[in-house]
């Protein structure tokens, strides 16, 4: 079941899930608007390797935007930091940054049950687009889980690449995978 605006206010009050900052007016139906934050990252090699650490060059959206380049990965961040405790949470693009082209997930919207910490975004742009530092970028959905039965939370995980990830892209760490 997925969460609407009165569960997510209740979880909030509880605990279970935070957002900060947190802006009322952000809260949809059955979301949360997340905004883009200043930094952002791509890769400096040309081909990617899946075993390596891929180096990556970071930098900061400028006050007059940055202008993204089709062809291009961007890595970003949720100004956004977030917890969940008890649901799974969902990164999911918006209708208006669609309708501009952008897209911000390749592939993975899904969180874990426990995640702990900021966003990363994996941008693309289908045509030159300018974006800003703070523009509303994606929502969060929340769905209810049986945590009754969860093992191990993300945030409890030893080989959990990602949790408390704060306020920077953070690249692929597919190396850490055994394989
Ligand atoms: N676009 C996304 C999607 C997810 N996450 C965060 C929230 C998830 O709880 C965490 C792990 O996501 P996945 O399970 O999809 O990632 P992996 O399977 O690659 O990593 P791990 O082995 O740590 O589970 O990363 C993120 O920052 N940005």
Known sequence: MILTDGDIL???????????????????SNSYDVHLG???AVYTEEVLDAKKSNPVKSFEIPEEGFVLQPGELYLGVTEEHTETHCHVPFLEGKSSTGRLGISIHATAGKGDVGFVGTWTLE?????????????PIGQLL???????????????????????????????MMYRNDF
């Open 10 to 28: 209740k979880a909030i009050e509880e605990g279970s899930i935070v957002i900060k900052p947190f802006v009322r007016e952000c809260l949809g």
């Open 123 to 135: 941008i693309e742009a289908t045509k030159p687009v300018r974006v800003y530092a703070g523009m």
């Open 38 to 40: 200043k930094k952002m």
């Open 142 to 172: 929340y769905f209810s889980a049986n945590v009754q039965n969860l093992l191990v939370p993300y945030n409890k995980k030893q080989n959990a690449k990602y949790n408390n990830q704060i306020d920077e892209p953070v690249g692929s």
